[in-house]
């Protein structure tokens, strides 16, 4: 896991908010292996601050967290700037809260683990994804705007 670094990297490390150490071992693991460097934080309060030094272009956040809402987290740090994408890992199955966060950023099950994270991420590097067990989604209207200038 990477340390803190400055905002002129953004793009180069990923932000993974998730709080059960064994899936953020799992995922630092496989990501690592095809060279993404990830920075971990556990709660949102961990992902805020990890933010106010780095800006990410990809945030991978868990849905249900100890101290709030993955896609209220998303929101704010897809308005803030320090994200330009987020993908939501999850095993949550509330319709409400996947809808939510399907409007903020794509959606992967956790039941496809790791390795299905990682086919989701090189298929949106490579090309439109293909259907499989993914709810998507797309940027917020502000990162949207953000990222087309």
């Known amino acids: 896991m990477t ?3 400055t905002r002129d990297n953004e ?3 990923l932000l993974l908010v ?3 150490p064994g899936v953020a071992r ?3 693991r496989v990501l690592g292996a095809r060279g993404h460097a990830v920075d971990v934080a556990s709660t949102c309060g961990a992902a805020r601050h990890r933010t106010r030094f780095r800006s990410y272009g990809l945030a991978i956040v868990d849905v249900e967290l100890p101290d709030g809402l993955g896609p209220e987290l998303a ?3 897809l308005e803030s700037g320090c994200v330009g994408r987020v993908l939501f890992f999850t095993s949550e199955t509330l319709q409400p ?3 939510r966060a399907a409007l903020l950023g794509s959606v992967v099950a956790k039941r496809d683990g790791a390795e299905g994270l990682l086919r989701f991420i ?3 590097d490579c090309g439109p994804p293909q259907q499989s067990g993914l709810v ?3 940027e917020s209207p502000a990162a949207e705007a953000r990222r087309t200038g």
């Open 11 to 13: 793009g180069s490390t």
């Open 97 to 99: 809260v996947l809808r």
């Open 26 to 28: 799992a995922v630092v």
């Open 18 to 20: 998730e709080d059960d």
């Open 3 to 5: 340390n803190v670094a």
């Open 136 to 138: 998507r989604g797309g």
């Open 75 to 77: 929101e704010e740090l």
């Open 122 to 124: 090189d298929q949106r």
